[in-house]
């Protein structure tokens, strides 16, 4: 199970970080942890994800640079450090955990088959 939470509202040009607090899993050994996000009217995205075994992360072309998603391990919480946030950056913002391998082809990957999302948190960007 994973939460989300720490959505909020920022002026363009802000930072914020969100929290994604994992339980009753094994994700820490084997599983890969993603950050998704679904704007008003359009379709949910895959973001950035790490693989925690490896520590491999992958971010999508439009956060590059921007974005970073640290974790602490003795709090099981994987973070979505988000800057320089942009109106653009305005969504509902999700995690996600499964197996595999971090990619961007595991993004597509959960995007597809998922079904159950969690709560999510609402980051909006705007003066």
């Known amino acids: 199970q994973v939460v989300e939470s720490g959505g909020g509202l920022v002026q363009p040009g802000g930072s914020l970080r969100l929290s994604c607090t994992v339980s009753?899993?094994?994700?820490?050994?084997?599983?890969?942890l993603g950050w998704f996000r679904q704007a008003p009217g359009k379709e949910r995205e895959g973001v950035s994800c790490?693989?925690?075994?490896?520590?491999?992360?992958y971010y999508t072309g439009s956060v590059q640079g921007q974005f970073t998603i640290p974790r602490d391990n003795a709090k099981n919480t994987l973070y979505l450090q988000m800057n320089s946030l942009k109106p653009e950056d305005t969504a509902m913002y999700y995690c996600?955990?499964?197996?595999?391998?971090?990619?961007?082809?595991?993004?597509?990957?959960?995007?597809?088959?998922?079904?159950?999302w969690g709560q999510g948190t609402q980051v909006t960007v705007s003066e």
């Open positions: 790490i693989s925690y075994n490896s520590g491999r992360t």
């Open positions: 996600a955990e499964d197996v595999g391998a971090c990619s961007a082809s595991w993004l597509q990957f959960v995007l597809g088959a998922r079904t159950n």
């Open positions: 009753g899993s094994t994700f820490f050994d084997q599983n890969v």
